[in-house]
């Protein structure tokens, strides 16, 4: 079983090394990631998505919330790395607080959200970080590691006798989760909030706003979060911990394009 052990570690760790190089530079940060997507399938893919959740989710009537959405949502696509994407914002009727964009520029708002939110920056706050995700190609960045988990499962698969295949498959599959999928999504989320900042700070919002909006959602949701290990997303402290140290680079922007300080 020891060498079983060693042929799993092995591609793990080659799972991870192989996140390290790739063929798209992501705007802001300029890390260079893997995609062996093509970005017309991602966009294809996002649109089947945007669809499917426009024909099951009931659209918002709160006109003045749409207004709203769609005015930040706006000025934030056109100060993205990303201004001539097809950008459509939608406001759903949905307790749930959250918000997310689909590759090719469809945001979705869930009307759960404004409860957290007070102002616009806050706003922009959410819809800078979803906008991030969608310009880095965060999605078919994943949809890339899962094809190389698959594959590496395969090789496992191939390297043991039959009679202990379905051990190692399964132990694959909980390492490759727990050492690649998770901390390599919550990797995506720090630099979702990177991007964001700076989108924030092009767009004329202050980014200042950012820190305000995440402490209140750490403290209304206080008790819900789930333990960082088991989570795509970083602890709320972490994650204000880190936007601070990203503050200065986003303020000098913020400065340089309204003349605030």
């Not at 802001?28 to 893919?45: H, K, Y």
């Not at 390492?175 to 990177?194: I, N, T």
Request: aromatic share 10%; proline share 5%; net charge neutral.
């Amino acid at each position: 079983m020891r060498k079983h052990v060693w042929i799993y570690l092995g591609v793990v760790v080659g799972l991870g090394v192989g996140g390290i190089t790739g063929c798209y530079t992501v705007p802001v940060t300029g890390r260079t990631s893997m995609i062996l997507v093509p970005q017309s399938e991602e966009f294809a893919l996002g649109m089947q998505a945007y669809n499917d959740v426009r024909s099951n989710t009931p659209l918002s009537r709160d006109t003045a919330l749409i207004s709203r959405v769609q005015r930040i949502g706006s000025r934030l696509a056109a100060a993205s790395d990303a201004p001539t994407w097809a950008w459509e914002f939608a406001v759903f009727e949905e307790q749930t607080p959250n918000a997310w964009c689909l590759p090719g520029g469809k945001v979705g708002v869930y009307s759960g959200l404004m409860r957290y939110v007070y102002t616009d920056g806050e706003l922009a706050t959410v819809l800078a970080h979803e906008i991030g995700h969608a310009v880095a190609r965060h999605g078919a960045e994943r949809m890339s590691q899962q094809m190389i988990v698959a594959a590496g499962g395969a090789i496992v698969a191939g390297s043991v006798s039959d009679k202990n295949v379905e051990v190692a498959k399964v132990a694959y599959g909980i390492g490759s989760e727990l050492f690649v999928m998770l901390p390599y999504s919550r990797k995506q989320e720090y630099e979702a909030d990177e991007i964001g900042l700076i989108y924030m700070a092009r767009a004329g919002y202050d980014p200042r706003e950012a820190v305000t909006f995440w402490e209140r959602f750490r403290q209304l949701s206080q008790g819900r979060n789930m333990p960082e290990w088991f989570s795509t997303h970083p602890a709320d402290e972490k994650r204000v911990a880190r936007l601070r140290e990203l503050m200065p680079r986003a303020l000098a922007e913020y400065q340089r394009v309204t003349g605030k300080p």
